[in-house]
């Protein structure tokens, strides 16, 4: 069974790399890509999703505005929020209204599983559970807190910015192609944004693990190439 992803989201390129973040977890599949609030809300009369990635700020009808109106019509998705960075007064004014989890941009893709496996967590507590008693809550907070202070500790281990999975996925990419690599090309073939990517490289380059060379050959704007140091 593979769970449906409704993706609302107003810039096609973040969009895009939404999608193919989601299709990286095989046990999810997209179910439709929306502009905006209100075309969320007409897909929603038809179609039913189990998760929806959200939005904060888009035209005609913003994230707030959407999820509030999913709890008012009793849409039984869950959802997770996606937002500027430092941006509480969203958070706080979405808490109440039963967010799964909140993403803020730019976010890895390790970050970005780590809230579909929130999901999963939570479906298989209830699948597994036709009475819901305190232990099965007590197994549902647990789950959360666990998987909370393993991101935690990952950050404590590396600079603020840089995470475990991530890193790994970066280099294992780098010790497979040996030749030089500019930021988009990385970026591309791990569907990982050009600014996260640019962010990890820049660290491999400070701890000595890869070594970059400007290229002067663009016939434009010179570009950083980067590969594993020897």
Same mark, same amino acid.
């Given at each position: 069974?593979?769970? &449906?992803? @409704? !993706?609302? %989201?107003?810039?096609?390129?973040?969009?895009? !790399?939404?999608? $193919?973040y989601v299709r990286k977890n095989s046990e999810f599949m997209i179910a439709g890509s929306c502009k905006n609030g209100q075309e969320a809300l007409k897909f929603l009369e038809t179609n039913q999703v189990d998760l929806i990635l959200l939005d904060v700020y888009m035209p005609?009808?913003?994230? +707030?505005?959407?999820?509030? %109106? +999913?709890?008012?019509?009793k849409i039984d998705s869950d959802v997770i929020m996606v937002t500027a960075a430092n941006d509480t007064t969203t958070i706080e004014s979405t808490m109440h209204l039963g967010v799964l989890d909140y993403l803020i941009k730019p976010f890895a893709y390790e970050r970005f599983n780590v809230s579909l496996e929130k999901f999963l967590s939570k479906k298989k507590v209830f699948e597994e559970n036709q009475i819901i008693d $305190?232990?099965? +809550?007590? &197994? @549902? +907070?647990?789950?959360? %807190?666990?998987?909370d202070s393993s991101i935690v500790n990952v950050q404590k281990k590396l600079p603020k910015g840089i995470q475990k999975n991530t890193l790994s996925l970066i280099q294992n990419y780098f010790k497979e192609n040996s030749s030089w690599n500019s930021v988009d090309m990385v970026a591309e073939q791990l569907g990982i944004s050009v600014v996260t990517v640019r962010n990890y490289l820049n660290y @491999?380059? $400070?701890e000595k693990i890869i070594v970059e060379d400007i290229n002067y050959s663009t016939g434009g704007r010179p570009s950083m190439l980067y590969k594993t140091a020897d």
């Open positions: 069974m593979s769970y &449906k992803v @409704l !993706i609302v %989201e107003d810039d096609p390129m973040v969009a895009m !790399i939404n999608e $193919q005609v009808m913003d994230g +707030i505005e959407t999820l509030t %109106e +999913i709890r008012d019509k $305190q232990s099965v +809550i007590d &197994k @549902l +907070i647990s789950t959360k %807190e666990k998987t @491999l380059v $400070q």
